[in-house]
């Protein structure tokens, strides 16, 4: 799609009948790598899942015209992740019997020129039925969260696996679901909890830098990309002081509150279009400025972060 226009300029169609999660593609070095997951008796007999009916492939893409490079099968037809950083790494989950037992994930890597299969590492019975692992790459490790595999426990391990090997360097226990985690210059950052919590971690060791809960009084978002973003040098975090919305800073190398502003989410008029655009005169670190008051819709000229 032209980011410009929203001009629609290829289009491919991914075969995920059966359920595989739209997330599953990553994009590196011109190409989109992506999952494919078809289970013909599933199609034919809706309802009736068979993890050893289903079909799973990996798939490269030209990302300017959507041409297909490559398209490689794999044995394994259960769930599967994908993370690119130089080769294709790609986690699936074999299941022996039925959906009911924890499956046996096996990580592969794949070069990313002709997806053929260059190693292929067993990593044990994992939990990653209760909810999609996050799985990323950085520095030739593998991040990677699963469950715990005991009923009505719901905390959350955090693996960092070496790439190559496909040996555990580490594992950090979370009490509740990572719902996200970022790495930046050898730090892992986890958001995770209901709420907004932060905890920063060495990817070296898995040794904890610094922590942030969200203060008791706020009553935070629904935890997720749309409320929570971040640059280089901060995490902005979208919260509620009582019923009023309030947007914090966090610095990303000390997790100590930078501002709080509650003007940002309560504009003149009641609709809002968030339109950052460039500011023509020095403001104030922190503050919102808003657009022509007349002008409805009213627009988010832009929030500095200074």
């Known amino acids: ?25 990553a994009l590196a070095n011109d190409s989109i790598f992506t999952t494919t997951y078809t289970d013909d008796n599933e199609r034919n007999h809706p309802g009736m899942l068979d993890p050893k009916s289903a079909k799973r492939s990996v798939c490269a893409l030209q990302a300017s015209n959507g041409r297909q490079l490559w398209c490689s099968p794999l ?13 294709v790494y790609v986690w699936t989950a074999t299941y022996e019997e039925n959906w009911a037992t924890v499956p046996k994930v096996t990580l592969s890597t794949l070069n990313p020129l002709t997806g053929s299969l260059e190693r292929q590492q067993p990593l044990g019975s994992l939990e990653v039925r209760k909810s999609e692992p996050l799985f990323t790459v950085s520095r030739r490790v593998l991040f990677f969260t699963i ?25 950090v226990t979370f009490p509740v679901p990572v719902w996200g985690m970022w790495e930046q210059n050898a730090v892992l950052y986890a958001g995770y909890d209901s709420g907004i919590n932060l905890r920063a971690i060495r990817t070296g060791n898995g040794s904890q830098i610094w922590q942030y809960t969200t203060p008791s009084q706020y ?7 749309h409320s929570f973003e971040q640059d280089e040098h901060s995490f902005y975090i979208l919260t ?22 509650s003007g940002c989410l309560n504009p ?11 500011h023509p005169k020095p403001v104030q670190p922190g503050r919102c400025y808003w657009g022509d008051q007349v002008t409805q819709p009213a627009q988010l000229l832009g929030l500095v972060t200074l």
Do not use: C
């Open 1 to 25: 799609m032209n980011a410009a226009t929203g001009q629609i300029l290829w289009q491919y169609n991914v075969d995920r009948y059966g359920g595989d999660p739209f997330k599953n593609f």
């Open 75 to 87: 044995a394994e037809s259960g769930n599967a992740g994908i993370a690119v950083e130089g080769e």
């Open 147 to 171: 469950n715990s595999a005991r009923e009505n426990d719901y905390t959350q391990h955090l693996l960092a696996i070496n790439a190559k090997t496909g040996s555990l360097d580490w594992k």
């Open 219 to 225: 009553q935070p978002s629904v935890p997720g990309p």
């Open 240 to 261: 509620f002081v009582g019923t009023s919305p309030s947007l914090m800073a966090i610095a990303r190398d000390t997790g100590r509150p930078l501002w709080q502003d």
């Open 268 to 278: 003149p008029g009641s609709s809002i279009i968030a339109t950052p655009l460039p």
